[in-house]
């Protein structure tokens, strides 16, 4: 078989900032770095979840936190069934400078309802 065709795949699942090794996304998908707090996206309007993941990502990169979950859902409360959040929070998170990479996250930490992203270090105090 083509490993090819399973890393296509692998790719449109993951994102990392250029410079970032493919061992990065590897480790965030095998838990190599826990979760440190989620942010839930569930019912939220466009505008409402775009808010709040902003707001979210830019205290936990503040906050010195490394590895984040962002719940947005599988749409099955969606309107046809199709998840309008998904395609979105991957494209917001890609704008966001703190945001080094993102997987889908593990089944047992919600599968394609979810996202693990890892975060720039936050700044550290001088000699810290």
Known sequence: FDVTTLLDVDD????????????????????????????????????EAREALGDFIRLAHRTGLRCV?????????????????????????????????FVQARPLD???GALVVLLQPGRRRPGG
């Open 12 to 47: 449109q699942l993951s994102f990392r900032r250029p410079g970032i090794g493919l061992d990065v996304t590897r480790k965030l998908r095998g838990g190599h770095w826990s979760i440190q707090r989620q942010l839930d996206l569930h019912g939220l309007r466009t505008d």
């Open 69 to 101: 979950r962002v719940v947005h859902g599988k749409g099955l409360g969606s309107p046809g069934r199709t998840p309008v959040l998904k395609g979105r929070v991957q494209r917001w998170l890609v704008q966001k400078k703190e945001v080094l990479a």
């Open 110 to 112: 919600g599968g394609a």
